[in-house]
């Protein structure tokens, strides 16, 4: 596979604009989808998986959904090009570690990103930069109804459509949104936020979704169930949570500046500081920092960086990436040495007088 | 008092040049005298006490053992400036925080210094850059000569000069070598060396002298006991020693080189990038960051900063310099504050673009 052009690249979906950027990164809204004529992947055999793959394969081009023939079979990809897919959000952990045929279709700008065979038959995704839930619903809306007219869904009058997981019955929706919270992290208010949140049935989870940890203080909301709800009550219940999240951000983002402004400043430079020197860094000492930085940059403490260049060291310096840039496996501290290199040199550090290593 | 002239500079001891300024960061020769005619200063009253330091300020003064009256009288002086002078090494701890009568007189580039009434009568203290045992002790023993012609000491055929502790019987010589062991530090070395010590009867202290914490990596050597020995003696066990400390230090530091230039590399230049990006920072971790600093100067990792930054830094950025400096009292915030300030000025990190704090 050829994803080396990608890795110098962020997403459409990481370009740090939209609405509420400066707390929201990105808004993804997926479907979950099987079709009727074939058992669930918990029962398919692996000559039903490929038949699947074929079908899907093919009805995706055929349905105009993305503008290229993007799709990449994933049976028998390396780790190292699972793991980037993982990296830029385009495929899941589950079906990066799931086994037989499947495989994932993305446009150009990665905004859309089709997967076949992760827990069910189909799971389309968009993905928006900032704070559009309603331009993404409408996005994947259509491109739901471009694959319905050529393939037959299992669909239930009662239920909806059917899934694997009884959590997507119904509507088979998922409205997350990646919220950036380190002044709720630091002035210790996050966990009421959490608690707030999920009394209205909202799941908080880690950057890359389901059973992962939050770091760089990064954390997706997304609603945890679909049953028995319409589009529109989980799309207009979680559009009304998160501008009440994003207020009680930026409330605690002023009182920081009015608080203890030195404090805050001195935690932005020096994590500026440490990412402009460090000649040896992990990925999650990363985040940490760049999370301090992209506070740094919406605060406007510093003046001279974009968020465009934080969204690309964020995700740039992941392991994968970093692999796939130098086009060629890496250990632990040969990956941790090239990511410091890679980021002194964006952050404009390298190659200046003094340092001559 | 006035001493914000000197708040801005670092001593002739501190130029950082001498033999194995590498290793050794100063030489400090000390006697303790006490005068014949008077009790010790335990047994002393209020008006003795007075009496030995118009004495001896006279005498220091017409002996020619200073090229200037720079005497400073202590009782009543300000808790800055008592802090300064012990910024400085210019006086103990002691002479700081005990009360009534008492003073310094010290040279213009704060070579030597005379304390008046502190736990003896006098005690004269020679400091010099780098490792200079034997040039440290010719130079006390002239200003004791001068001394000594003028006033009449206490002095025992038998024992030697008389002073107040016993350790202290005999010549009154402390011999005292400012030490920078950052590689026997982080291989883990350093005890062995300060066991290896204790055996041939050197003590191990603190950057400020008797109960005093090591940081910043600095440990001073120095003889324990002087009753009984001769100045030869003293000189030369210690003499002997030091040159072998250098040597274990100078190993481990290739051996870090060679074991792990890249860690090493990432510690010096993540010090370097902290210092010149923090905007509060306290007295402990700039020492303990400008260890490592040191190291890479010496190490030749950071070649455009020279060791006599790194010493202005190491002396002007304490409390007291830096209140001295301001003209003000300040509390630990607005230290800690100013100080981040000083250092990126000296650093040459202040008035960058992109920097409009």
Known sequence: MEFKSLAGTAGEWLKGSGPESDVVISTRVRLARNLADFPFLTRATAAQRKELEDILRK?????????????YPLDGASPIDLQFLVERHLISRDLAASEGARGVAFGERE????????????RMQVLKSGLQIQAAAEHINKIDDLLEKRVDYAFSPQLGYLTVCPTNVG??????????????????QIEKVFYAVSKINL???????????ASGNFFQI???????????????????????????????????????????????????????????????????????IRLGV???????????TVNEIFIQTQPAHLQKMEGKELGTLQRDALRADFIREKLGEKHKPGDKN
Request: charge should be neutral; avoid cysteine; hydrophobic fraction near 40%.
């Open 171 to 188: 509507t088979g929706l998922r409205v997350s949104v990646m919220m950036h919270l380190p002044a709720l992290v630091i002035s210790k």
């Open 203 to 213: 799941a908080v989870r880690g950057l890359y979704g389901e059973g992962t940890q």
């Open 298 to 308: 919406n605060m406007g403490i510093l003046k001279d960086l974009s968020i465009k």
């Open 111 to 122: 905004a859309v990103s089709l997967m076949v065979n992760e827990e069910d038959h189909l």
């Open 222 to 292: 997304s609603n945890q169930v679909t049953l028995g709800k319409s589009e529109e009550q989980i799309v207009s219940n979680i559009a009304s949570a998160i501008p009440q999240i994003i207020h009680y951000e930026r409330n605690a983002r002023e009182a920081l500046l009015t608080q203890s402004k030195v404090k805050l400043e001195d935690k932005v430079w020096r994590a500026h500081g440490l990412l402009r020197s460090a000649r040896v860094i992990t990925s999650e000492e990363v985040m940490d920092r760049l999370s301090d």
């Open 59 to 71: 009805e995706i081009k055929a349905s105009g959904a993305l503008q290229k023939d993007l799709y």
